[in-house]
């Protein structure tokens, strides 16, 4: 080996003994083990290893249209439509930053959306009118088909944070009413709701 090739060698292996771990570890972070809490599971993964997805946030939807013409029959009308994540409150913790949470639901587990209204009505006709006039998947209570669970870290970055099962779905404003002989719209009922949609899944904040 001449002298060119030696100097070569070294500076080589010299470079690479600076980086250590601390050099590859930058490289490839993406590629790190997951933190690993007291009890040995993943932490921000669920049961399955994947990683919990942040629950997304309120979106505005088209409001539906309110009844064509003077219909006599009393109806609902909706307004201030958002698609937004429905949370189970019997199943959402919170915590501070650098708390590790952790949720655990049974299959067969079942939670509500909530309605709120200014007089007592059947929450069943509420329910039917948004399926038909918002979303045919929206329902007033969802069950979870399988076992779910997972554990989420509240990240440096935030304050607090909470972890979740629940549902994406839909809030809303609602009046019940109907027009009367001058085509005017009487109000007999009104209110809020937050209903569940799609499949039950754990999300965090």
């Avoid at 030696?6 to 250590?20: S, Y």
């Avoid at 490289?27 to 399955?48: G, H, I, L, R, W």
């Avoid at 809303?172 to 799609?198: M, Q, T």
């Amino acid at each position: 080996m001449n002298a060119i090739s030696r100097v070569c060698t070294a500076a080589a292996l010299t470079a690479f003994l600076g980086m250590g771990t601390g050099g590859i570890g930058t490289a490839f972070a993406e590629d790190a083990p997951t933190q690993v809490n007291t009890d040995q599971t993943q932490v921000n993964a669920d049961q399955d290893g994947k990683a919990i997805p942040q629950a997304p946030d309120d979106a505005e939807v088209d409001d539906p249209k309110a009844p064509q013409g003077c219909p006599p029959d009393p109806a609902f009308s909706f307004s201030h439509v958002k698609g937004t994540f429905v949370k189970d409150k019997s199943k959402t913790v919170y915590g501070q930053s650098g708390i590790t949470l952790k949720v655990e639901v049974a299959k067969g587990h079942t939670w509500t959306g909530t309605i709120s209204y200014a007089a007592k009505l059947s929450e069943s006709i509420l329910v039917a009118s948004a399926e038909e006039t918002i979303s045919g998947s929206i329902s007033y209570a969802k069950t979870t088909t399988v076992t779910l669970g997972g554990t989420w870290k509240v990240p440096a970055s935030q304050r607090d944070g909470w972890l979740a099962l629940g549902s994406k779905g839909y809030s809303f404003d609602w009046e019940r009413g109907s027009y009367n002989g001058g085509c005017k719209w009487i109000v007999s009922n009104h209110g809020s709701a937050k209903l569940p949609a799609l499949s039950p899944y754990i999300a965090h904040s």
